[in-house]
């Protein structure tokens, strides 16, 4: 900043408005060009040491390499084992998990923004994160609590009145953050802080929407909860090993460490697995065979494209939450790709139209509406030949 100070002060004069918006340009942050070239030539930094003491003193003796993958090897056990426990524990503990998980992710992303932009000290910058936050979950928990559990919402009048306003409620909510926002502009720091704006809804967009397809995915059955994980966490595991053990060929600048060994064995141990592991029940294992071959050939691109993100701002890992493996968001960038396809292929070749919907909404319509929908289905089944010349008379 300084050498920028005295390279301005050498500079011939400038008009004033010309003066000010480069001021201001300098004082928001570097230039792109400067950015990413510093970016391009810089390093990622060597990550502290986060193993637990009990395995460093146990694989002391082991170089680094392999006492990477054991470390890997038994932090992977343990999550595959609380995997399966929260699957016991049923739908509502699952549900919970997933929203803690899509909290931690975005605690990671949103404290990237903050510490890489944290000595200009934006105002509110934090705090509105977090609110439009819950003005999202507000709103996406609210449509879906509305269409599963319709008639306990319609029972008592307090949900009513909250489910029959819900859209409203939200618009508003998220009206006062904006607000907010335009009242913490602050000279000289307005590009940042616009940037920072667009931080927080992209990683809305990544983190919390994709959650939700989750819980969707969830109420259409467990089957398409499960199958989907397990296939990226199979997928994971075995481009890991075919990786380390036959790795030689790199596959992509973005993550120097993946190879194309890895990608092709990781996909054929993928596919397999997912005929394995479904139930033999026709024609779902046609469908994991689809779900299969994107958790291996489309969803890595989840995981290259956290690693194009991690680069751009010269980090190893989102956080140091699981030793070996980074933070949650490492996790599961690969999982959130996948859960957005799983929603996208259930529309498109599972679900059909919803009787029980189409009942929810005919139960809300005034008395004379619903008698002539009423009338209007008689007329048209009887002329299918449904119902019979004596039904209608009765």
Excluded at 53 to 78: D, Q
Excluded at 253 to 259: A, C, D, F, I, R
Aim: some cysteine; glycine content about 6%.
């Amino acid at each position: 900043m300084t050498e920028l100070r005295q390279r301005v002060a050498h500079e011939p004069d400038a008009p004033p408005e010309d003066k000010e918006s480069e001021s201001e340009a300098k004082v928001d942050g570097e230039t792109a060009s400067d950015s990413e070239s510093r970016a391009e030539s810089a390093p990622l930094p060597v990550s502290a040491d986060d193993t637990p003491e009990v395995l460093n003193r146990a694989l002391s003796n082991l170089s680094s390499r392999w006492k990477n993958w054991w470390v890997r090897g038994i932090l992977t056990l343990a999550m595959i084992a609380f995997f399966f426990i929260i699957i016991y524990l049923g739908p509502m503990v699952l549900m919970i998990i997933v929203m803690c998980v899509q909290i931690k992710c975005f605690h990671e992303i949103i404290t990237i923004g903050y510490n890489v932009y944290h000595s200009y000290d934006l105002p509110w910058f934090r705090t509105l994160s977090w609110y439009f936050l819950l003005c999202v979950n507000y709103f996406f928990y609210g449509e879906t609590v509305t269409d599963y559990f319709f008639t306990l919402v319609q029972r008592e009048e307090p949900l009513r009145i909250l489910s029959k306003y819900h859209r409203f409620i939200s618009f508003t909510l998220y009206l006062i953050g904006f607000c907010m926002f335009v009242l913490s502009l602050v000279k000289k720091h307005y590009r940042l802080q616009f940037y920072m704006f667009g931080w927080t809804h992209v990683t809305l967009l990544i983190v919390v929407t994709q959650s939700h397809l989750v819980i969707h995915n969830l109420f259409e059955g467990m089957i398409w909860f499960i199958v989907p994980i397990s296939c990226v966490i199979c997928n994971d595991i075995m481009a890991y090993m075919f990786g380390f053990f036959f790795g030689r060929t790199p596959l992509i600048k973005l993550s120097p460490k993946k190879t194309w060994e890895g990608f092709i064995g990781g996909f054929f141990a993928t596919v397999v697995f997912g005929l394995l592991k479904t139930v033999r029940m026709y024609p779902f294992q046609i469908h994991s065979i689809a779900l299969s071959t994107f958790a291996s050939l489309i969803g890595p691109f989840g995981g290259f494209f956290a690693s194009g993100f991690k680069r751009a701002f010269k980090i190893k890992d989102f956080a140091n939450t699981i030793p070996g493996h980074g933070g949650i968001m490492d996790r599961f960038d690969c999982q959130y790709l996948m859960a957005t396809f799983v929603n996208v292929y259930i529309a498109s070749f599972i679900r059909g139209p919803n009787p029980s919907k189409l009942i929810q909404q005919f139960l809300t319509l005034r008395p004379d509406q619903q008698l002539h929908i009423f009338n209007t289905l008689r007329s048209h089944l009887i002329d299918k030949g449904m119902l019979t010349s004596a039904t209608e008379d009765e």
